[in-house]
């Protein structure tokens, strides 16, 4: 249902739409219900000609029933919902797999930087490629992130992934995802950072291999040019 208005394109998206489905299931069930059952009460015990009004305690076993039955089968359907948010917590969050490529994810008032390892793979060498605010990877493809916050906290939000991680100032947070279809969509800050938060967008454009490693390519020759005034950095 959730995929309907964004799209699901990790492979962990589906277990979490799931959750959110269910609960939405569950809860739209009960809500319907109780208010069908209010609505009765209210016009089955409506004002009536020589019926007096009765004071209702709800202190007896039988009036008690109203809410301990109800209760304790709201507490059956929470276990289904804890059943599956705790299998999507560890496939998320506890299972690290290992990475194809590994990404630092920068959060900063008020953009995101990314850097990718580049040619050699490895970080802190010439050849590393560093974004400002666009994010490019590869579809199916495993990455961690490395993710870190330079002033404040920040919280990396990419809404195809159903992804979701606070950025903390002076930790690094690990954590992963694999893209299973390509276009371009949004990342947000999902945490309050500063008059600037709003503007804190970037792209993360989801790529095929072909495509991304044209655009290493067109980086890392980019990168290395002797630059000229008039050339940018930019694509
Ligand atoms: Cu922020």
Request: charged share 20%.
């Amino acid at each position: 249902m959730v995929s309907y208005f964004i799209p699901a394109l990790s492979t962990y998206a589906g277990d979490i739409d799931f959750i959110i489905d269910l609960i939405f299931w569950l809860v739209g069930f009960w809500f319907l219900l109780s208010e069908g059952v209010f609505f009765w009460l209210i016009v089955r015990y409506r004002k009536k000609e020589g019926v007096p009004a009765e004071y209702i305690t709800g202190e007896t076993p039988e009036q008690k029933r109203w809410i301990t039955i109800p209760h304790f089968l709201v507490l059956f359907c929470d276990i289904f919902i804890l059943y599956y948010a705790i299998a999507a917590w560890y496939e998320v969050k506890q299972n690290l797999p290992e990475p194809q490529a590994t990404v630092r994810v920068i959060g900063q008032q008020w953009a995101w930087t990314f850097v990718h390892e580049g040619p050699d793979g490895k970080f802190d060498t010439a050849d590393d490629i560093t974004e400002m605010n666009e994010l490019h990877i590869e579809v199916d493809k495993l990455y961690h992130y490395k993710l870190s916050a330079t002033d404040v906290l920040h919280s990396f939000s990419v809404p195809v992934f159903r992804l979701k991680q606070d950025a903390i100032p002076g930790r690094v947070i690990t954590g992963w995802w694999e893209a299973t279809g390509t276009g371009e969509f949004s990342i947000q800050c999902a945490e309050l950072c500063g008059i600037g938060h709003a503007l804190m967008g970037a792209r993360i454009f989801i790529e095929t291999p072909e495509r991304h490693a044209a655009w290493l390519a067109e980086q890392s020759s980019v990168e290395y040019a002797a630059l000229t005034p008039s050339q940018s950095v930019k694509e």
